[in-house]
């Protein structure tokens, strides 16, 4: 799965990680992305990676935001 792949060198806590999960998986169940090798998969974790680090924590507005922003 792209997103802990991408995580796994961010100084980010459990807490993080799981939330940043839960967006991932939202986002791509939203969008119906199945395939976790998708470039669209990694596209979006990198999107959701992105606006958690700005601070916004609820997964659901994390996701919301992520396929938004990529215009999806």
């Known amino acids: 799965m792209p997103i802990y792949r991408l995580l ?3 100084p ?11 967006a991932f998986e939202n986002a791509l169940r939203t969008v ?3 395939d976790r090798n998708d470039p669209m998969a990694e596209m979006i974790a990198k999107k959701i990676i992105e606006i958690g680090q700005i601070g916004v924590r609820d997964p ?8 938004q922003e990529l215009g999806m």
């Open 12 to 22: 980010m806590g459990p807490e993080e990680v799981d939330r940043m999960a839960a």
């Open 32 to 34: 119906g992305i199945q």
């Open 8 to 10: 796994q060198n961010l």
């Open 60 to 67: 659901a507005e994390i996701s919301a935001r992520a396929i």
